[in-house]
């Protein structure tokens, strides 16, 4: 069985910064994209960020492209979010996730295993 596990959430403040990382095991991932999404109570699970199988290729949703940055391991069975500028809209609880193809896809239903999720919290 695969699990994720994400880590590096927390409470800060409008502008701060925070990284995620989430760790795979169970599997072997070097074949597949990975990717991050965020969910608040009442809202659909919305995309945030994917990565390719090799990490030649980034997506970004527009709401942030130019502040978050998604890197990946060498062994591509962990993945990383760099997030700068955080906004108080940013509040989510945040999962990681691996697809069922090698690219860096934002939908959900194309995503085959997700982690625990780990809550961001930004308060002015």
């Known amino acids: 069985q695969v699990q994720l596990v994400e880590s590096g959430g927390g409470l800060v403040q409008p502008g701060d910064s925070l990284r995620l990382s989430c760790a795979a095991s169970g599997g072997t991932f070097s074949d597949y994209g990975m990717g991050w999404f965020r969910q608040t109570p009442g809202k659909e699970r919305e995309f945030v960020a994917g990565i390719t199988w090799n990490g030649a290729i980034t997506n970004y949703s527009d709401s942030v492209k130019g502040r978050f940055t998604i890197s990946r391991g060498n062994d591509r069975s962990t993945i990383n979010l760099q997030m700068n500028k955080l906004k108080p809209e940013d509040t989510a609880t945040y999962f990681c996730?691996?697809?069922?193809?090698?690219?860096?896809?934002?939908?959900?239903?194309?995503?085959?295993?997700w982690g625990q999720g780990t809550q961001v919290t930004v308060s002015p």
């Open positions: 996730a691996v697809h069922l193809s090698a690219v860096a896809g934002s939908d959900p239903s194309r995503y085959r295993y």
